[in-house]
C-alpha cells in the first residue's frame, strides 16, 4: 500500500480521508523517495517525500513510528 495508500478510497475503507484525519491532528506522513520512483508516483501534500537520511532522523526521534507498505 505504501505510496499508493492515496489512491485507496471506498465505501468500506477510504484511506484519503483517514489519512487527512491524522494529518489534521498533527500526524506526520513521508515517503521514502526509492519507494516513489518503484511505484511511479511522486510525493504530494498528503505524502512528501524524504531521502533515506531524513527518515532514519525520523524514525530515531519518535517515540513512535508507523510504516505502511
Known amino acids: 500500500m505504501g505510496v499508493e495508500a492515496k489512491e485507496i478510497a471506498g465505501d468500506q475503507f477510504d484511506v484519503r480521508d483517514r489519512m487527512g484525519a491524522f494529518i489534521d491532528i498533527d500526524g506526520d506522513l513521508q ?5 516513489l520512483k518503484l511505484h ?4 504530494s501534500d498528503h505524502c512528501p517525500m524524504l531521502r533515506m537520511s531524513g527518515l532514519l ?6 517515540d513512535r513510528v508507523l510504516t505502511i507498505g
Open 31 to 35: 515517503a521514502c523517495g526509492t519507494c
Open 40 to 43: 511511479n508516483s511522486e510525493e
Open 57 to 62: 532522523e525520523v524514525m530515531t526521534e519518535s
